[in-house]
């Protein structure tokens, strides 16, 4: 079935480390989305990239890095400079234009 | 820049009662407009989309929404609810022209009383 995968769905790190969340989707969606969500606050864009080898900062990418080296991947790192890390991270994907996104199942982050 | 604003934090109604859901959003140009929802500690699932046309639009689960152009207004509606709508509901306006990210209004928690 295609869809998009994330894992995984809880991690916990320690205060100070980078940590790495993926995502992958076999959906052959040119478009790839991170958002955080916050209780109250809906979801945020953290970066997305419309192509390989190609991303763009959203409204919350600092602390954040993301590589698309692949089209079925989109990696995020949360770095140790994010200074509230504790979150719910979905990523989602897309086939770009008047389409639209399709999410994955999100990974919480603990970061004690 | 787009923005959503969805005025109901919480909404509590009875099953079998009629459900509208209020959201607003901003933004220069034709939208294009989805209503998702999310169980607890799940991803968001596509419930409609409007991207042109019919202002009508009907959704997965019995859901349907209308585009209001002059009121910048894209409510969600169910005729009757289930326990199984018991969920939170998230509109989003998407950006064409900017890779077609979406823009998240804050959410409403949809609680179904028996």
């Known amino acids: 079935d295609g869809g998009i995968t994330q894992s995984p769905k809880y991690l916990f790190r320690k205060e100070g480390q980078n940590v790495t969340l993926s995502c992958e989707q076999n959906?052959?969606?040119?478009?790839m989305y991170w958002y955080r969500q916050d209780p109250g606050q809906g979801l945020r864009l953290i970066y997305y990239s419309q192509i390989v080898n190609d991303f763009q900062k959203g409204d919350i990418a600092e602390g954040y890095s993301v590589s698309r080296e692949k089209k079925e991947s989109f990696p995020l790192t949360v770095t140790s400079a994010q200074k509230n890390p504790t979150a719910f991270y979905l990523c989602a994907s897309s086939m770009g234009g008047a389409t639209a996104a399709f999410f994955g199942q999100g990974t919480r982050l603990t970061v004690v | 820049a787009q923005s959503v604003t969805q005025p109901d934090i919480h909404i509590t109604v009875s099953e079998g009662a009629s459900l509208e859901l209020r959201c607003n959003y901003s933004?220069?140009?034709?939208?294009?407009l989805f209503w998702y929802v999310q169980s607890p500690g799940q991803g968001l699932q596509l419930l409609l989309k409007?991207?042109?046309?019919?202002?009508l639009v009907q959704g997965i689960k019995g859901f349907e929404a209308e585009f209001k152009r002059s009121q910048s207004s894209f409510n969600l509606r169910k005729p009757s609810v289930h326990w199984s709508d018991a969920a939170e509901y998230f509109c989003a306006v998407g950006a064409p022209a900017a890779g077609n990210k979406l823009t998240f209004g804050g959410g409403t928690r949809v609680l179904v009383k028996p």
């Open positions: 959906l052959n969606h040119d478009a």
């Open positions: 933004y220069g140009a034709t939208p294009y």
């Open positions: 409007y991207f042109s046309g019919d202002t």
